[in-house]
């Protein structure tokens, strides 16, 4: 397990190239982050949802612990004078979360892949039983999708931070990673997503907002990798 870290950026217009270039080259000098990811909208098909507009950005950040953290949140103030101009006024939040990877048949990581964010950002009944439905269950069901290269689950954690941008405090996150948007549609229209929709209605009872977004996505090497 490790410490992920997201900031995510709603509202705002499409990022620049010149402004990517210039976040990548920040996100490599924060000092102790293991891996650093850079998130932007990518366009695929889901048979099931259209949780319509992604976010504009999502930057995510791992540590191998909540020490490493601590010990960069005065240089990841720097990141504050440096939301890019492309983004224009946007909503910017943070959280930091426990992050667990899972198994996949043909692991591999990339310089640049395609996500699937998906955000649970309600409450459940009894918090232990969907955790563990998740990833016991649901993780498994993901395992078989064709293609997929990557599975991660982030859980909340309590947490304190410097940063000025407003905290959440999503239930759970998970993330599914394949080479392109082609290899991503491809699971999504696999009958393995007609598994997950019959998974997910076996769920411990919960509400709110569920959300699930395509992106690109960039691994920036960092200077504590």
Same mark, same amino acid.
């Given at each position: 397990m490790t410490i992920a870290w997201f900031a995510t950026f709603r509202h705002g217009g499409a990022v620049s190239a010149q402004d990517l270039a210039r976040l990548a080259s920040l996100l490599r000098r924060v000092q102790s982050?293991?891996?650093a990811l850079i998130h932007t909208p990518? *366009?695929? %098909?889901?048979?099931?949802?259209?949780? #319509?507009?992604?976010?504009?950005?999502?930057?995510q950040l791992y540590f191998r612990d909540a020490a490493g953290l601590d010990a960069v949140q005065e240089h990841l103030q720097a990141l504050v004078p440096e939301v890019p101009a492309s983004l224009g006024g946007a909503l910017v939040t943070q959280q930091i979360m426990l992050a667990r990877a $899972?198994?996949?048949?043909?692991?591999? =990581?990339?310089? *640049?892949s395609c996500s699937y964010l998906v955000s649970y950002e309600g409450e459940a009944e009894d918090l232990d039983a969907w955790v563990? %439905?998740?990833?016991? %269950? %649901?993780?498994?069901?993901?395992?078989? $999708?064709? #293609? !997929?290269?990557? !599975?991660?689950?982030?859980? @909340? =954690?309590?947490? @304190?931070?410097?940063?000025?941008?407003?905290? =959440?405090?999503?239930m759970l996150r998970n993330k599914v990673v394949f080479d392109d948007p082609a290899g991503l549609t491809a699971a999504l229209n696999s009958p393995v997503r007609h598994e997950m929709r019959a998974d997910f209605a076996l769920f411990p009872k919960f509400a709110g907002p569920v959300t699930h977004f395509p992106m690109h996505t960039v691994n920036v090497a960092s200077s504590g990798g």
């Open positions: 982050a293991t891996r990518a *366009q695929t %098909h889901d048979p099931y949802l259209d949780d #319509g507009r992604p976010p504009a950005l999502v930057l $899972f198994s996949v048949p043909e692991p591999r =990581v990339m310089a *640049q563990a %439905h998740y990833t016991e %269950h %649901h993780t498994a069901v993901m395992a078989r $999708f064709p #293609g !997929i290269r990557e !599975i991660e689950v982030c859980t @909340r =954690v309590d947490w @304190r931070g410097t940063l000025p941008w407003p905290h =959440v405090n999503r």
